[in-house]
Structure formats: structure tokens, C-alpha cells
């Protein structure tokens, strides 16, 4: 199975911070180093198994865990990757019996995405991305 290509450090302007600059340097590596870690580890399944969401990926990262607010714009590429390469994966699969539907949600931060549970109740179950 293909992956997708990985993000590269110099496909980022640099951020101002060297902190989260430094820090992002680190988990591009490490999902280079350690994809399949990243996208089969109990950890992964239990965060993104029903919405792949890229905020959520981004606390499998101890860096961004420290301090999100300082880092969640230099693990984004690599949440995002994870997203993306979980995403293509669930499309290449057989899907299991009654969750044959996809749910996909837009819009911008802070709109509510996430807890479509609340409005559309029979759907927690369903997976979505965003």
C-alpha cells in the first residue's frame, strides 16, 4: 500500500518562534522515522477511529501536549499528514458492517464540527473528517 508523501520541513515558511520552529523539525521526523507508529498505535485508534480530525492527531505529540497553544501550528503538518494518510486508508478498506457511511463536516474553528453527536444523534457512530 502507498503512503502519501510525507511533509518535508522546507515545504513551511519557518515560524517566528525557534521553540516551534525546533519543534517542528522533531515531528516531522518522527512520523518519517515511525509512520506506522503513528498510524496504527492503539492511541491513533482510539483518538481518530470515528472523526479524523487533525487537532485530535495532534495530541498523539508530546510536544504538542507541553504546550498547544505554542505548538500546534508546528505539529500541524504532521497531524495533518496523519489525517490524511488514516483517511486514504479507511477509503481502501472494506467498511465494517453498519458503518458503511462518511460523514463530512465543514466549516471554520470553533463552528461546532465535532459535536455533531448532539445534532444528529444517530450519527456518533459514523465516521467523519475534518
Not at 24 to 45: D, F, N, Q, S, W
Request: net charge positive; glycine share 6%; charged share 20%.
Amino acid at each position: 500500500m502507498q503512503h502519501l508523501v510525507m511533509p518535508r520541513l522546507s515545504e513551511y515558511p519557518p515560524l517566528a518562534d525557534s521553540d516551534a520552529q525546533g519543534g517542528r523539525a522533531v515531528v516531522l521526523a518522527k512520523i518519517a522515522a515511525g509512520t506506522t507508529r503513528y498510524v496504527t498505535c492503539p492511541a491513533t485508534r482510539i483518538v481518530l477511529e470515528i472523526c479524523l480530525n487533525a487537532g485530535d492527531a495532534a495530541t498523539l505529540f508530546d510536544e504538542y501536549n507541553v504546550d498547544r497553544a505554542r505548538y500546534r501550528v508546528a505539529v500541524h503538518p504532521a497531524a495533518t499528514w496523519i489525517r490524511e494518510e488514516l483517511f486514504r486508508r479507511a477509503l481502501t478498506a472494506a467498511p465494517a458492517m453498519g458503518k458503511e457511511r462518511i460523514v463530512f463536516t465543514a466549516g471554520g474553528n470553533a463552528v461546532g464540527k465535532t459535536p455533531r453527536d448532539r445534532i444528529l444523534p444517530d450519527t456518533s457512530s459514523v465516521p467523519c473528517s475534518f
